[in-house]
């Protein structure tokens, strides 16, 4: 319910207070430690910090890059994970009361047994459904993140592409982030068929 309930923007800050000023275990903001150009300057071979750090083998830009991708990847699984545990359980609570979870009771399988065994797998079936449409939802939300984490990422660049009309930016995000959107629909419609085969025939 809190995951659910809270802001992004507010989520992100809170994080930031506790876990970055307070605590001192994540960095606050940024992509990685900027002293590190110096001692440890990057390769750029695809523009993405973790990936290029990886191939050439920079291990201290992709230590600090990895920490620095905790608090914002927490925040904005934090919707996602909310509402996809509230459906698995309400789906998982109807399938638990269905004939067959009776019958299975009645042949003397036990509760968990009931749950992961015969009542998970057609719950997952409007859990599916309901992945695409977070993902989209996580998708604006990245913005928001980047923004509050200074992160160099989509929303950032989308954002100083409205500020400078750059009207084909703001066309090729618009674009990606439909594809993007359409393909995890496409990748939940197979999942489903595999889940659930009466949705085959459909």
């Known amino acids: 319910m809190l995951a659910v309930s809270v802001p992004v923007f507010w989520l992100a800050l809170a994080l930031q207070t506790v876990f970055a000023s307070n605590l001192g275990w994540f960095p606050v903001a940024g992509e990685y430690d900027s002293s590190l150009d110096t001692t440890s300057p990057l390769t750029l071979w695809t523009n993405i910090t973790a990936v290029d750090a990886l191939i050439t083998g920079n291990w201290p830009i992709l230590t600090s890059t990895l920490e620095h991708l905790v608090l914002p990847a927490l925040v904005v699984a934090a919707y996602p994970a909310g509402v996809i545990a509230q459906m698995t359980r309400a789906a998982l609570i109807e399938e638990s009361g269905q004939d067959h979870a009776r019958l299975e009771r009645a042949l003397g399988f036990g509760e968990t047994s009931i749950l992961t065994k015969f009542a998970l797998r057609p719950a997952l079936n409007p859990v599916l459904s309901l992945i695409a449409l977070v993902f989209a939802y ?3 939300n990245g913005f928001l993140v980047e923004a509050v984490f200074n992160w160099p990422g989509l929303g950032r660049y989308a954002a ?8 084909p930016a703001i066309a090729g995000v618009t674009l990606l982030v439909a594809l993007v959107y359409v393909l995890a629909n496409l ?4 999942l489903q068929g ?3 085969p009466r949705t085959r025939t459909r």
Do not use: G, K, P, Q
Not at 160 to 167: A, K, M, Q, V
Not at 187 to 190: N, T
């Open 138 to 140: 996580a998708i604006v």
């Open 160 to 167: 100083e592409s409205i500020r400078s009309l750059d009207t």
């Open 187 to 190: 990748v939940v419609d197979i």
């Open 194 to 196: 595999f889940v659930d």
